[in-house]
C-alpha cells in the first residue's frame, strides 16, 4: 500500500481533511520548510503555523484549530466540510 500523507485541521469531534488545492499549497511550503504560510479559505484570510501546528484566522487569533499531517487513510469527518457518505 501507497503511503499518502495529507493535511487534517481539527473539528469538533474529528478531523476535516483541507481540499486539494489548500493541501498542496501546504505540502508546498511545509517541503520548503517554512514557519508559517497563509491561506484564503471562504474569504478569510488564515496562518498557518508549522511550528505549533495551529491553523487561525489572522484578523481573529483566537479562531483557532489544531492541524496535523497524516496519512490520507487516517480516520476523518470529510473534505473540508463535506462529510464522507
Ligand atoms: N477548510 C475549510 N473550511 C474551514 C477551514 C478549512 N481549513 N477552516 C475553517 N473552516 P473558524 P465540526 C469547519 C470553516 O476556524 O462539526 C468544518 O469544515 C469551518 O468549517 O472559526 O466542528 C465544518 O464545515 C467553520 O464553518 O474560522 O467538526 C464545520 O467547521 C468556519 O470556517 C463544522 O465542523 C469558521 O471556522
Same mark, same amino acid.
Request: glycine share 6%; aromatic share 14%; charged share 35%.
Given at each position: 500500500? +501507497? +503511503? *499518502?500523507?495529507?493535511?487534517?485541521?481539527?473539528? !469538533? @469531534?474529528?478531523?476535516?481533511?483541507?481540499?486539494?488545492? &489548500? =493541501?498542496? +499549497?501546504?505540502?508546498?511550503?511545509? &517541503? $520548503?520548510?517554512?514557519?508559517?504560510? +497563509?491561506?484564503? %479559505?471562504?474569504? #478569510?484570510?488564515? %496562518? %498557518?503555523? #508549522?511550528? =505549533?501546528?495551529?491553523?487561525?484566522? /489572522? @484578523?481573529?487569533?483566537?479562531? !483557532?484549530?489544531?492541524?496535523? !499531517?497524516?496519512?490520507? =487513510? &487516517?480516520?476523518? $469527518?470529510? *473534505?473540508?466540510? *463535506? /462529510?464522507?457518505?
Amino acid at each position: 500500500e +501507497e +503511503e *499518502v500523507y495529507c493535511w487534517f485541521y481539527e473539528g !469538533r @469531534n474529528g478531523w476535516w481533511q483541507y481540499d486539494e488545492r &489548500t =493541501n498542496a +499549497e501546504l505540502e508546498d511550503a511545509y &517541503t $520548503k520548510k517554512k514557519k508559517s504560510c +497563509e491561506l484564503l %479559505i471562504a474569504g #478569510f484570510l488564515y %496562518i %498557518i503555523d #508549522f511550528v =505549533n501546528m495551529l491553523q487561525f484566522r /489572522r @484578523n481573529d487569533p483566537s479562531r !483557532r484549530r489544531r492541524i496535523k !499531517r497524516d496519512l490520507m =487513510n &487516517t480516520p476523518k $469527518k470529510g *473534505v473540508a466540510g *463535506v /462529510r464522507l457518505s
